[in-house]
């Protein structure tokens, strides 16, 4: 009977236990991140809140937008004291079947993939070229420096209407140049071909400085050390540039080669006030067309938006094929 007193009363002991254990459980994890970085959440809440209004919205309203036949004819509007209702219907996914299927899209498609590797290339062979000469000890860096970061400085529509002025075919300075020199002068913006080599010219000249700013920095984070180690053991500039400063290099070149693919990709600016698509829509990538398509003749804004969530689409489908190339090569990010 005592014994059988005392293993109840254990019993008892240890199912208490385990409701004060049970009660007392400490907070998830988002309790306790909420609990202690409550002041950087609460200074963190307005940008998301803006950010979420700015980008979210419109990029539901998007989404809305594609899968419906919306047009400036059918869209809903006031005029005087009358209000006209919209009309337009749901449409399903018969929008990004027609973009599929059509020739325009491969075409454009196939202008924009060029456009982007022919541009971002340049863009980080000139500025690992500059940055490597930068890095160097020389007489007057700094203001070398500052001459060469001037192009990414100034906002990139005045650089796209001066490049528009310089490379005119009557009047411009470059052709004056070309004459001058007894050559002739080139219809940079009127033929298709030379409008193509002009547009890739102006975006590498605006996009070559921040290209050359992050590899600086990168080329400088490098321990002079291994370098050092690696001349006395007599290995030459190539050895020495591709087993220590392309390695030391990629954290940054990573980035900064997917940050100028995405906006080389969607590069509106350079394109739309130097050639405006032309001539004939030569020169016109996947962003200038849906741009024209909501604001320019018969504003067909469903089409509008399904273009732009097809470019979106290629843009997230290119950053995780590049994100696991990287995961395949050691790179985490």
């Known amino acids: 009977m005592t014994t059988d007193l005392a293993d109840g009363a254990a019993a008892a002991v240890t199912r208490g236990r385990g409701r004060a254990t049970a009660g007392s459980r400490p907070p998830g994890r988002l309790r306790r991140a909420l609990s202690t970085h ?9 940008v998301v809140i803006v950010t979420a209004a700015l980008v979210g919205y419109p990029l539901l309203r998007g989404v809305y937008l594609s899968l419906t036949d919306a047009t400036e004819a059918n869209m809903g509007r006031t005029i005087g004291m009358n209000v006209i209702p919209a009309s337009y219907e749901f449409v399903g996914l018969r929008n990004y ?18 456009w982007t590797v022919v541009c971002v290339a340049c863009h980080f062979g000139l500025g ?32 796209a209407f ?4 310089l490379l005119n075919g009557d009047y411009g300075v470059v ?41 600086l920095g990168g080329l400088q984070a490098i321990p002079r050390e291994l370098h050092e180690a690696a001349e006395v053991d007599g290995a030459t500039p190539w050895q020495r540039f591709r087993h220590i400063t392309l390695p030391g290099l990629r954290p940054v070149s990573s980035t900064v080669i997917l940050l100028g ?3 080389t990709f969607n590069q509106f600016p350079v394109i739309f006030l130097v050639t405006r698509g032309g001539p004939g829509g030569s020169t016109e990538i996947l962003v200038t067309y849906a741009y024209r398509l909501a604001f320019e003749g018969i504003r067909d804004y469903a089409g509008s938006a399904a273009w732009g969530m097809v470019i979106l689409a290629l843009l997230v489908v290119l950053a995780a094929v590049y994100r696991r190339a990287l995961h395949r090569q050691g790179e985490v990010w």
């Not at 409550?38 to 200074?43: E, K, R, T, V």
């Not at 930068?134 to 500052?146: E, T």
């Not at 004056?176 to 020199?181: F, I, Q």
Request: with cysteine; charged share 10%.
């Open 261 to 263: 693919t995405i906006w």
């Open 162 to 165: 001066i490049w528009r002025y």
């Open 175 to 215: 052709n004056a140049m070309l004459r001058a020199a007894g050559l002739p002068g080139i219809a940079w913006l009127d033929d298709p071909f030379w409008a193509k080599v002009s547009v890739i010219v102006v975006n590498v000249w605006l996009g070559v400085p921040f290209m050359m700013l992050a590899l």
């Open 97 to 114: 079947a027609d973009i599929l299927t059509s020739a325009e899209f491969a075409s454009r498609l196939g202008w924009t993939v060029v």
């Open 38 to 46: 409550w002041y950087a959440w609460a200074m963190c809440a307005p």
């Open 128 to 159: 690992l070229g500059l940055a490597m000469l930068l890095n160097r000890p020389m007489r007057l860096r700094a203001l070398y420096r500052v001459m060469l970061v001037l192009p990414w400085a100034v906002p990139s529509f005045v650089s």
